[in-house]
């Protein structure tokens, strides 16, 4: 983002790149013309105060803007560019973002400023990106700009039927649809490339004059990359031919870490010299990074790089066609690497990542209609206001009735930590959810609530909620205006996802919903199952209860659950097909099972053979501990762990003794041992006991805290 009122006396490399890029542009006279038309005339004479350029990706919005702005800069005008990708989608991320381009501090007035610059031309590039903002913009912001300015929006959608709607805006602002290029501009296009008269009929044919395809082709033909040069090109449309080119390109990429940097940038929403770090590995991350945004089809934003939109699902189909194993293990680490910022990160850095984890699953024909992707990212969640509470009982009541809006109100007298409000663009409230955190005697207590009562019940029948565990309810999931919707659905997942991945001790999440015909398979697929014995009625509505065992399926079995929905595009498919492995569901076991369990793995320590039908080999701490599918070994390490806790402190080495005599290294007898330690029998009997309490309470621990990701 940038202002300029002039060149800069001194060469820099930005001249040269500009000299170059205007040898390059060819066609767009009308365009061209339109925008000299505009900028010349007073402004009480200009019949137009904005330029609206729209078109499909790669047809060249972002070098017509570039072009803009160099005749804008001839004329002496002061020219400033904002780029939408690189702005928060709020009325305060635009101010801040003008300020910026205008090399502000944040107490300035840009619209002030901008009264005191010669002829001031803005340049917004991907428009569509400002939908949240189009009606400020449109009805607040533009309005209070100079009269001699004038703005240019590119974007890939048409004006929204607000700019149509106005009269006013109707005679101020113009539309300019971009095409592909006649064949006269990109036969001067290819010319000016070098590319060959013969060739140029052939390139022309091929491409159908789209510009990121002529480009593309140009490249290919320059670097000789063309092997049958006398053979016809196919005459394919335009994404078919970014297909054909980039499956070419991928061939010639100088080495496996650039490849897997390609292959990175096609399967994240943005791509980051962190994320290449975390894939390539540290030492290659830079400079594969520099030479992936150098590459003609990927585009810089604020948060990273990314590739052209038809470029990102020709990468990502072919790598999921070619090597299906490879695709899976590139999934698995991105999800990684997010579930690990999701932890690391905070307030809407967060949310992002989660988005991020969303944004995998795209192409999922269960999830694909389960959110708002084009939304994503335009509403955000924060801790609901105190001020916040009538709008949000209004909203219960609209959509659920009295006697649900009163359950709301209890909920937000008792626990208003769990109301989290859904904020749009300008930060007003655009719906809101409640995730209740609640502990076993708090649920089954909880009789202003049928939901929690119910859901406690159903706990208590499938899988107790165990002293120090938490059950988890997301309560409440609305829009202002569409209540149970998809968009609403997007920032309620994002809240939901980054609790079930950061809440320590998690049993039991519920989620419920008022239309589980419609997000029932997309719940389902994503390990929630049915919970009919939960289902509940309030007012005249009937809601369905899904549920998911945090115990029996882990955050890191869930996160992967989300890589084979995207992987294989159907939920059925099992985890062996991969090659994961088989694993038994895991168990959920009581404080006195999982006793009785330690003490049978220590009596039977050495033996791997009755080790491996131990019910412990089950449990979460078990999953945790083995990466992969436990077995005796498992155990044994697990005991020596919790056995080596007690070593080295004068109070429990004695313990640690007696364990190790009885079990780890044993004597033949417990008389042996007591004898081997010089201990009267009683004595040794009671160290003994004590050991065994102090471990089983240490692995007890662990199950409780145990944490799969």
């Known amino acids: 983002m940038s202002a300029t009122s002039e060149p800069a006396a001194s060469l820099r490399l930005a001249d040269r790149l500009a ?68 702005l928060e989608p709020s009325p305060p991320g635009f101010m801040s973002a003008l300020r910026e381009a205008l090399q502000l501090n944040d107490a300035a007035a840009p619209l002030e400023v901008l009264r005191h610059h010669h002829r001031p031309v803005l340049l917004i590039d991907t428009y569509e990106a400002l939908g949240p903002l189009d009606t400020w913009l449109r009805e607040l912001f533009l309005p ?128 980051t010299e962190a994320v290449l770090a975390d894939v390539v590995g540290a030492a290659d991350a830079p400079a594969v990074f520099d030479w992936l945004r150098g590459l003609s089809f990927i585009e810089n934003g604020l948060e990273g790089c990314f590739p052209h939109d038809l470029a990102r699902e020709v990468l990502d189909s072919d790598l999921r066609w070619r090597d299906p194993e490879r695709f899976w293990d590139l999934h698995v680490q991105v999800q990684r690497f997010l579930v ?93 959810t409640t995730v209740l955190v609640l502990d076993e005697n708090e649920a089954r207590s909880c009789a202003a609530d049928p939901a929690i009562a119910l859901a406690s019940q159903f706990a208590l ?130 404080r006195a099972e999982f006793e009785d369990a330690v003490r049978q793995a220590l009596r039977s320590f050495g033996r791997a053979d009755v080790l491996a039908a131990n019910p412990l080999l089950r449990s979460r701490l078990a999953a945790e501990h083995a990466r992969g599918v436990p077995n005796g070994a498992t155990l044994q390490a697990l005991i020596r762990e919790s056995a080596a806790e007690l070593r080295g402190n004068p109070k429990t080495e004695k313990l640690f003794r007696a364990l190790d005599c009885t079990y780890l290294q044993p004597a033949a007898t417990q008389e042996l041992a007591a004898e081997r330690l010089g201990l009267p029998f009683n004595t040794y009997r009671y160290q003994l006991a004590a050991a065994i309490k102090r471990v089983t309470e240490s692995l007890w621990h662990r199950e409780l805290h145990a944490d799969s990701t």
């Not at 790669?58 to 570039?66: A, M, N, P």
């Not at 092997?227 to 499956?247: I, K, M, N, T, Y």
């Not at 049993?507 to 015909?517: E, G, K, N, R, V």
Request: glycine share 8%; net charge neutral.
């Open 461 to 590: 029948r499938h899988g107790p909620v165990r002293a120090g565990e938490r059950l988890m309810y997301h309560r409440f999931w609305m829009s202002v205006d569409g209540y149970q919707d998809p968009a609403a659905l997007n920032v309620a997942a994002a809240v939901s996802g980054i609790r079930w991945l950061t809440t320590p001790r998690l049993a039991w999440s519920f989620i419920l919903s008022a239309y589980p015909d419609t997000f029932g398979p997309g719940f389902t697929a994503l390990g929630f199952s049915r919970a009919p014995e939960a289902d509940f009625d309030i007012g005249e509505r009937h809601y369905a209860v899904f549920a998911h065992d945090w115990r029996v399926e882990p955050a890191r079995a869930w996160v992967e659950r989300r890589g084979l929905l995207e992987f294989f595009d159907r939920a059925a498919q099992s985890s062996e097909s991969i090659g994961m492995g088989a694993q038994a569901p895991l168990l959920v076991l009581s």
């Open 340 to 432: 690990r910022q999701i932890r690391a990160r905070t307030g809407r850095d967060q949310q992002r990542a989660y988005f991020d984890l969303m944004y995998l699953s795209r192409h999922n024909r269960f999830l694909r209609s389960l959110y708002d992707w084009a939304a994503i990212g335009t509403t955000y969640a924060e801790p609901a206001l105190r001020e916040d509470s009538p709008a949000i009982l209004s909203m219960v009541r609209l959509h659920e009735g009295d006697a649900s809006a009163h359950i709301a109100d209890f909920w937000l007298e008792r626990c208003p930590d769990s109301v989290v409000a859904f904020r749009g663009a300008g930060g007003q409230l655009e719906g809101f």
């Open 19 to 86: 000299v170059l890029r205007d040898r390059y542009f060819v066609g767009r006279a009308a365009e061209l013309d339109r925008f000299r038309s505009a900028l010349q005339q007073d402004a009480d004479e200009r019949p137009v105060a904005v330029l609206f350029v729209y078109g499909p990706g790669g047809v060249g919005k972002s070098v017509l803007l570039r072009q803009f702005g160099r005749v804008a800069l001839a004329t002496g005008a002061t020219v400033i560019r904002l780029d939408a990708r690189d």
């Open 144 to 271: 209070q700009l100079p009269d001699q300015t004038l703005v240019v929006l590119a974007g890939r959608n048409p004006p929204s039927a607000g700019w149509r709607a106005d009269p006013a805006w109707s005679e101020l602002a113009q539309i300019l649809p971009l095409r592909n290029l006649p064949p006269s501009d990109s036969r001067a296009y290819l010319e000016a490339r070098g590319i060959s008269a013969p060739d140029q009929a052939r390139v022309i044919e091929f491409t159908h004059g789209h510009p990121l395809a002529l480009a593309l082709v140009a490249d290919l033909l320059v670097h000789g990359e063309h092997e049958h040069e006398h053979e016809p090109l196919s005459p394919l449309q335009a994404p078919d031919v970014v297909r054909v080119l980039l499956e070419r390109f991928v061939d010639q990429v100088p080495s496996p870490a650039h490849r897997r940097a390609l292959e990175v940038c096609a399967r994240t929403r943005v791509t």
